[in-house]
């Protein structure tokens, strides 16, 4: 698994099956079929020997690393408003940091343990701030995201193959004891959709790029040669991408 080092150079997020890129939502975006039911061997634990999400969640946990490049494509059950919108998650110990547009810009928050900081990447200035006087909020919802995501306490339902588009997909579906997640893998057991379903039928649907269980210290740090901006500045600045 390569090394992901600064966002700008982790890998585009590539064509869809339609064509579309980054940003576009298509028929499988949206809606998926149900597949059919395979049977698996189980363990002891109640789940399948041959478990996908564990040997994602177990690649994570011993690296305490991972990275996730993917498109938020609807967001019912998320805390973000908008959809067809790109995110770059980055955890490593206690480090957390997330990429995503912000007007015509990109912003990256990274918490590095002690400090908060906005960088902005086309400008190259940044604004850092102790964290106990800081807005974290963005940062639970991330965090939030993966827990959903690396459960070891949910509870496996059933495992189907589901083709579409000329596209199959291994699916694992488990509950949470509220919602029920699905989770896509690829025949190279690459992780490329996740559902989200509420007991309503509402779906937020996440669709995956790309996930590493590398990821590098550069990730959390302020480059060389950015300049710092005042909090005074920094709201001007968004208020002119109308943030």
Sequence with gaps: TKLVTEPDQAADAPTNSQGG????????????PEGEKVEVEM??????????????????????????????VTSENFGIVDTGVSIKLYMKDSRVAMEMPMGVTTMR??????????????????????????????????LGMWDTIGSETMDYIETTNVKIKGNEYVCESYSDGVNVNKYYFNKKDELKRIEFISPDGTTSIFKVYECSSKVSDSIFEVPKGYKPLTEEALQGFMGNLGV
């Design 43 to 72: 363990d002891k634990d109640g789940r399948p020997e041959d478990c996908k999400l564990d040997k994602l969640t177990n690649s994570t946990a011993k690296s305490k690393a991972f990275y996730i490049n993917g498109m938020v």
């Design 109 to 142: 928050m990274a918490y590095d343990g002690k400090n908060m900081h906005i960088i902005l990447p086309a400008t190259k200035y940044y604004f850092s701030q102790p964290v106990e006087g800081g807005d974290t909020s963005a940062m639970d919802e991330a």
């Design 21 to 32: 890129t980054e940003g576009t939502t298509t028929y499988e975006d949206v809606t998926f």
